[in-house]
């Protein structure tokens, strides 16, 4: 049997000095209970989504501090495009607002912004904003911040079998060779280290779409907190938490 560990390169965290915390290389959140954070104050869910923006900030700076090497961020599902024309609008918007207002911060925080997710379907001007924000941070190293914008797990992994189809067609690769490397060297989230925890607020116990693969043996926490409500404390918590989760991979 081939594959029963990750590749080197995108190692989980490992065994860190005795007495030190296990701090994880890459951390997602799905955000989630921005919604209801609002109506429990009898606001629009604007206003919500506005609240859990600057709780991103937060969290950013929390993560960067801990040492954490990767976060990914559910800002936005290949799924959310069903809610009102309204809502979307008012993402989008604070999309192009925070970009514009936060992007001197991370450049001097030292945050490298990635995408994953098409966010090409928010139109040329959005998505134009957001790739020069990603290539303006491109020398940035105390963080990578992953926005999945527009992301859905199963799109992603049909490009991937689409990718690796061409590849058969053209007669690069043989089908035989096709194994799961293959198809992880064919992910969005190929060049980052492998998920290590997934964490989602809001008390839904699900995945959404979202990281399906990657999460393969990522350690799961989900908590009650609602995301505007989520803080470095809540985040120090799941830290502490993974730190005491042992982690098998199938052996014992
Ligand atoms: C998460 O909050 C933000 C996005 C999905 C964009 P929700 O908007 O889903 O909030 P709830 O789940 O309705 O409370
Ligand atoms: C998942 O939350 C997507 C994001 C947090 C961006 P949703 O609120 O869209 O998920 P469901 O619909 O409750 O599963
Ligand atoms: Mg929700």
Partial sequence: MKHLRPI???????????????????????????????????????????AGAEA???????????????????AFSSENWRRS??????????????????????????????????????GPDLAARLLAAVERTR????????MALNYGSRGELAASARRLAEKVLAGEIAPGSIDESAIDAELQTARWPELDLLIRTSGEMRLSNFLLWQAAYSELIFLETLWPDFDAA????????YSQRQRRFGGR
Avoid: C
């Fill in 56 to 74: 991103v900030r937060t969290t950013v700076r929390a993560a960067a501090e801990a040492g954490v090497e990767v976060l990914t961020l559910y």
């Fill in 139 to 146: 020398g940035n190293n105390k963080i990578t911040l992953v």
């Fill in 8 to 50: 080197a390169s995108k190692e989980s965290d490992g065994v860190s000095a005795p007495g030190m915390a296990r701090v994880p290389r890459h951390v997602a959140i799905i955000m989630d209970g921005n919604g209801r954070w609002a109506a429990r104050r009898g606001l629009p869910r604007v206003a919500g989504h506005r």
């Fill in 234 to 241: 809540a985040f120090g918590d799941t830290l502490a938490q």
């Fill in 85 to 122: 024309a309204e809502e979307v609008s008012d993402l989008t918007g604070l999309m192009r607002f925070y970009l514009d207002r936060e992007l001197a911060g991370l450049e001097k925080e030292g945050v490298r912004l990635e995408l994953i997710g098409e966010p090409e379907g928010f």
